[in-house]
T-cell receptor, first 117, second 112 residues
Framework: AQTVTQSQPEMSVQEAETVTLSCTYDTSESNYYLFWYKQPPSRQMILVIRQEAYKQQNATENRFSVNFQKAAKSFSLKISDSQLGDTAMYFCAFSVMNNNAGNMLTFGGGTRLMVKP | KAGVTQTPRYLIKTRGQQVTLSCSPISGHRSVSWYQQTPGQGLQFLFEYFSETQRNKGNFPGRFSGRQFSNSRSEMNVSTLELGDSALYLC???????????FGSGTQLSVL
């Protein structure tokens, strides 16, 4: 079984600054995906960024980037130039890489991020 | 292309009743999965359907069931509702063999 832990229940950042959200996970699998999802007040989960475990290069999507440390089982999210629209709950998630087995996400407890003007 | 549609958005039931929630996936998506979100337990996987067959199941009692139709639309049913079933129920769909899930806005179920 996999576990995902987010140790920061709440964080705040000033607009235009940079913030890093932490995530650690535990698994015995060698091939897997890691994700960061954003859940704004509208409740819809939106994929922010994903990382394949076999890739050493850290994923980047515009202002969002990750620091993936496979040996340490760490997967942090960095948000640069924070915007008011980034205010949301952020969830770290894990899934085993096996197309035939389907998709089953294990989520962390979430970090509530508030971007202040 | 329309996103994942969940109906209804809000639902109020009383203990002992049963409820059915509906999810229409994105066109072309054949995998539909369901998650329960509560303040205490967080986000938990309920089950996943692919081509009308349950492919994965989470650790929930038998009161929670689901099905998928030939057009990929899915329903989940909760029988004999308990207060602890109050939650946001999220549905997600994906293309075959793709790990990226697209979520709906959820159904907020309140059990009184």
């Amino acid at each position: 079984a996999q576990t995902v832990t987010q140790s920061q229940p709440e964080m705040s950042v000033q607009e235009a600054e940079t913030v890093t959200l932490s995530c650690t996970y535990d698994t015995s699998e060698s091939n897997y995906y890691l994700f960061w999802y954003k859940q704004p007040p509208s409740r819809q989960m939106i994929l922010v960024i994903r990382q394949e475990a076999y890739k050493q290069q850290n994923a980047t999507e515009n202002r969002f980037s990750v620091n993936f440390q496979k040996a340490a089982k760490s997967f942090s999210l960095k948000i640069s130039d924070s915007q008011l629209g980034d205010t949301a709950m952020y969830f770290c998630a894990f899934s085993v890489m096996n197309n035939n087995a389907g998709n089953m996400l294990t989520f962390g407890g979430g970090t509530r991020l508030m971007v202040k003007p | 292309k329309a996103g994942v549609t969940q109906t209804p958005r809000y639902l109020i039931k009383t203990r002992g009743q049963q409820v059915t929630l509906s999810c229409s996936p994105i066109s072309g998506h054949r995998s539909v999965s369901w998650y329960q979100q509560t303040p205490g337990q967080g986000l938990q996987f309920l089950f996943e359907y692919f081509s009308e067959t349950q492919r994965n199941k989470g650790n929930f009692p038998g009161r929670f069931s689901g099905r998928q139709f030939s057009n990929s639309r899915s329903e989940m049913n909760v029988s004999t509702l308990e207060l602890g079933d109050s939650a946001l129920y999220l549905c997600a769909s994906s293309l075959p063999g793709q790990e990226k899930l697209f979520f709906g806005s959820g159904t907020q179920l309140s059990v009184l």
